[in-house]
């Protein structure tokens, strides 16, 4: 893998990143610290913002498809900073392998084979059906010790929901604004100029689109 060239993928999701320690620049600086351990150069940088609504389907990943695509045309590899960043699908692992692309987990190191990965998303999938189901025996304990799902709850339920989504808006713009800075810091400071600097990185927006001087704007008001 020496002097190998990779194409970098990294996933933000607005829902997660901050509890589990994943967020943007974390997964940059271990990839940066592989590559830099096993003397490789990271050719291009693959960024998807988005908030975990099928986060296991790649037409619902755009930026992943693209990474894949010039890693099959220039016949290099694609690597991630954890494997849940590709995801926590045994079947999605198993398409991903079938693709023709070599992936790289930094974490794992060099030499870990596809059939270890099928391994290690297997353990993944599991612990999150666990978590799934002790979520399913705290509402049903809730449910036999009284708690009622009246109109009160419901109005809490939508507050919430409302809430979180403003907090996913926010926590997008947390997530993009570190590469809009790096675009600033090298002198590009008009919203046109940044949104095509977006564009020609391979970062999408948080719809999976391309970045307009209004949708920049939108990222600078909110951080």
């Known amino acids: 893998m020496i002097g190998q060239e990779l194409i970098a993928y990294c996933r933000v999701s607005t829902s ?4 589990s320690g994943l967020g943007l620049e974390a997964q940059q600086a271990a990839i940066t610290r592989f590559a830099d351990g096993e003397g490789c150069t990271i050719r291009r940088e693959y960024i998807e913002v988005e908030t975990g609504r099928g986060h296991d389907a790649l037409d619902k990943r755009p930026m ?5 695509a010039e890693a099959r045309r220039i016949k290099c590899s694609v690597i991630v900073a954890k494997l849940d960043r590709l995801s926590r699908e045994v079947h999605f692992i198993s398409g991903l392998m079938a693709s023709r692309v070599r ?31 002790r979520t399913k025996l705290a509402l049903q304990v809730a449910k036999a010790r009284g708690v009622r799902l009246g109109s009160p709850a419901i109005e809490a339920v939508r507050e ?18 570190p590469v809009i800075d790096a675009i600033r810091a ?3 400071v008009k ?22 001087p209004s949708t920049v704007q939108g990222i600078l008001a909110r951080t």
């Open 160 to 177: 919430a929901a409302e809430a979180a989504i403003r907090a996913a808006a926010d926590q997008r713009a947390q997530n993009v604004r």
């Open 64 to 68: 992943l498809a693209q990474a894949i």
């Open 16 to 19: 997660r990143q901050g509890r």
């Open 186 to 188: 090298a002198g590009v």
């Open 103 to 133: 992936f790289v987990v930094a974490e794992l190191g060099p030499d870990v084979d596809p059939f270890m990965l099928h391994i290690y998303a297997a353990v993944a999938q599991k612990e999150a059906a666990m978590i799934s189901e």
């Open 191 to 212: 919203v046109r100029d940044i949104a095509a600097a977006l564009n020609a990185r391979g970062i999408a927006t948080a719809r999976g689109g391309r970045w307009h």
